[in-house]
């Protein structure tokens, strides 16, 4: 099997994905404008060969990658990032070279959040009421169903980037003048605690793993007012969450793949309230959260599923796993080396410092830690946000 693996050392902890599929006898291929000698010594042992192009935004560039290894290697089987800013790339390019996988005809329905919006509705999962609004009166004829405030969010957008919560007309009036020149979807917005679905289905579209995490805020809050952020792993998944999460991956038809959906229980009823739908990994070290929760390699399962089609590990949840955030333009009580001290290795699983490109929302630093006990869990985000 030949896997060309686009972008493969960003983010780092991701060179993981091919580091197993190398061991299952893989043939892994890096394509990306990165360096070679910028690779870490991990990933390049993982390599059978490297092509680095001047732009990964050139598709010509990365249309000669692939037909360098295909004219040297033979035919390709798979191609991935992981990464959500190059999903398109990754379709338009499976589709030119037939290879398998979410293809052109594919991928708006993963990307546009109005076409999400269709896609729960023929799951019959609750979603958030909103529209694409191109003009003030679009706006206003969604506000007279939903009231302020609302939220504005690029149609095709990462995370939290360029998303505003409008809570008046003057608001409205200002978020028009300046809008950026691409499609923005508008929406009720929904008081209520994020919760997620999260896992990987097998060849055939089978359930292979999944779990839930709950955040302390949403990530526009986080990113708005620079705040920290933790969020941890459920042991138990709600039944209603299960239930919203299999009828949305029956109406993708997902195959071989992550999946990662954000839902709102809202605060008024507590009903479950689609948000939108990422079809990759979730963000961050929640793959290595996957694996401290559940003592088992999420990475290996992987590449067992895309070489054998099978997931080998059993999974209890035995324990919850916490990201917790610090930035750095805060005075806090405990100093890093006191929280490595005081956690130890039994609570405190990982730590390193965030990449730029996530700070906004993830934070400079991130810790993550465990436990069975919730409040365990909790006495811990307090010791490592604490502030003077």
């Known amino acids: 099997m030949n896997f060309v693996f686009l972008s493969p050392h960003f ?32 990933l390049k042992k993982c390599l059978r060969e ?27 089987d798979r191609l991935e990032s992981f990464n959500e800013y190059w999903l398109e790339t990754e379709a338009h390019l499976r589709t030119d070279f037939n290879l398998a996988g979410l293809n052109s005809i594919d991928i708006m329905k993963v990307k546009r959040k109005s076409l999400m919006k269709q896609i729960f509705q023929k799951a019959g999962v609750l979603a958030a009421r909103g529209k694409i609004c191109h003009t003030i009166s679009d706006a206003y004829k969604l506000i007279d169903e939903t009231g302020y405030p609302i939220v504005a969010k690029p149609d095709i957008g990462v995370g939290a980037a360029k998303t505003y919560k409008i809570h008046n007309p003057t608001e409205l ?57 933790f969020y941890y792993s459920l042991r138990k998944i709600p039944e209603d969450l299960e239930d919203a999460g299999r009828r949305i ?11 990662h959906f954000e839902f709102f229980r809202r605060d008024t009823d507590h009903a479950l309230v689609a948000l939108e739908v990422n079809m990759r990994p979730p963000g ?97 985000i307090e010791f490592i946000q604490q502030l003077r």
Not at 176 to 205: N, R
Request: hydrophobic share 35%.
């Open 50 to 76: 490297y092509y680095k192009v001047h732009d990964m935004h050139n598709y010509d560039q990365l249309v000669r990658a692939l037909g360098y290894f295909t004219h040297r290697y033979g035919k390709l």
């Open 11 to 42: 983010p780092p902890n991701y060179f993981q994905f091919a580091f197993w599929l190398r061991e299952l006898g893989v043939s892994v291929f890096g394509l990306a404008d990165e360096p070679y000698d910028l690779l870490s010594n991990e």
């Open 284 to 380: 961050g070290l929640t793959t290595d959260m996957f694996n401290y929760a559940n003592d088992m390699d999420i990475y290996k399962e992987w590449a067992y599923i895309v070489v054998h089609n099978k997931f080998t590990a059993d999974y209890t949840r035995p324990y919850h796993s916490c990201y917790v955030s610090r930035k750095s333009n805060r005075n806090y009580a405990h100093s890093h080396d006191e929280i490595v001290s005081a956690l130890g290795p039994g609570s405190l699983s990982h730590h390193q410092p965030i990449s730029g490109v996530f700070s906004a929302a993830l934070g400079d630093y991130g810790y993550l830690v465990r436990s069975p006990d919730l409040d365990e869990i909790n006495s811990m």
């Open 173 to 229: 009036v200002q978020f028009f003048a300046q809008k950026p020149s691409v499609d923005y979807i508008l929406e009720e917005f929904i008081q209520g605690a994020i919760f997620t679905f999260d896992g990987l289905v097998d060849q055939d579209g089978n359930l292979a793993f999944y779990t839930s995490h709950t955040f302390s805020q949403g990530i526009m809050e986080v990113v708005n007012n620079d705040d920290n952020v």
């Open 249 to 259: 991956l029956k109406a993708y038809g997902l195959r071989e793949r992550f999946f």
